[in-house]
Every structure is written in structure tokens, then in C-alpha cells.
């Protein structure tokens, strides 16, 4: 049940031109270093560019703010540069994804410290999650008809308006395309628990929706 990312074209695009303009890059030094910087560059381009616009989506989502995002994935982009030799393979868009969720967070709490305070506790939220079953949400169901049929505008302040935890895995699943297994991992949490969430943050994007004029 995909959703809209947030961004219109032409913002994405200048977003993603001014943070391929602004990538990490680094003058070597003797031949050998400048080989491997160059090596390492070149992995960059392959494993972070592509991804750029579901790493601004993500940022975006998180801190709520266009500006905001861009700073947090110029960031979370000379993570992944400096970490780069590190990168064993698998799912690049993953792997990015998880440095700009971290560094989104990373970044409010200096930024914004007071916006970082939890909406409810993390157990409690997950105990409403449970009342919901951790049996996979239906992606074809009657909330996500809702949901799909719903007014741009008015999906993305209901989306906002979710407990982070929730909006995080919302995102991340439904916008980012994420597998649960991916998203589990991210947030090191069990699988059940990444579908309860996502349950429940479709349950209450759908009544939301539902209560909209």
C-alpha cells in the first residue's frame, strides 16, 4: 500500500542535485591513496546516489521539515562516505536508510531537543500495537482502500500526526518499501512487533482519514 513520499518533483530534484553537488570527496595523497579514494568514490556513487530520494522521503518524514531533511541526509551521506569500506553488500537502499534514521534522530536531539520527548511510552505503545494482532496487516484490505483513496494534503498531516514509533514504521514499510525483515532489523525489534506497529499505525491513519471532511 504505497504512499506519497512528500516531496513534489521539482523540489526532489533540486534537493537531489544540490546533495549530489554537495557528496564527501577528498584530494588523495600519494598514488596509491588517490586509487583508493577513487575506488571508494565510485562505490558511493553506486551504493548511496540511487537512494538519495528515499533517504530524503525518510529524513523528511522524521523531522517534518524539507529544509531540516536535506541537512540530516547531507549528513547521514559523510556517515556513509567515512563508512563506506565497511559496507559488506546485501541491500544498499537498507543500509542508507538506517544511517539517516540514525542520524535523523541524532540530529533533532541537538537541534531540537524538546520535539525529541516520547509522545507516550515505547511499551505502551507497543501494548496498544498488540491489541491489534501481529498476524501480517492486510494490504488490501478496507483501511488501506482508505487510505489509498485518501486526499494528499490530508494523508500527510495524518501521517504526521502518529506517534513516532508508528510513523517511523508506516514510512518505512508503506513509502520506503521496506520488507519487515529490513525494518526489524533497522529498528531492532522482532519481526511481530514491526507488524503490530504497522497495524496500528494504519488502524489510526484510517480513522483519522475516516473523520476528515
Known sequence: MPVS???????QAKSLSHLEAARPVR????????????????RFNQVVLPHLGDALALARWLTGNAADAEDVVQDACIKAHAGMSGYAGGNARAWLLTIVRNTSYTWM??????????VGDLGDLDDMAAAHGTSLP????????????????ALEAAIAALPQPFRETLVLRDINGLSYREIAAMLDV?????????????????????RAP
Open 5 to 11: 513520499g512528500g516531496f513534489a518533483p521539482a523540489r
Open 138 to 153: 492486510d494490504e488490501d484490505g478496507p483501511e488501506a482502500s482508505l487510505i489509498a483513496r485518501a486526499d494528499t494534503a
Open 27 to 42: 584530494s588523495g595523497g600519494d598514488h596509491g591513496a588517490a586509487l583508493s579514494e577513487r575506488a571508494q568514490a565510485e
Open 190 to 210: 522482532p519481526i511481530g512487533t514491526v507488524m503490530s506497529r504497522l497495524a496500528r499505525a494504519r488502524g489510526l491513519l484510517a480513522s483519522e482519514l475516516g
Open 109 to 118: 536531539a541537538r537541534n531540537r531537543p524538546r520535539a525529541m520527548m516520547a
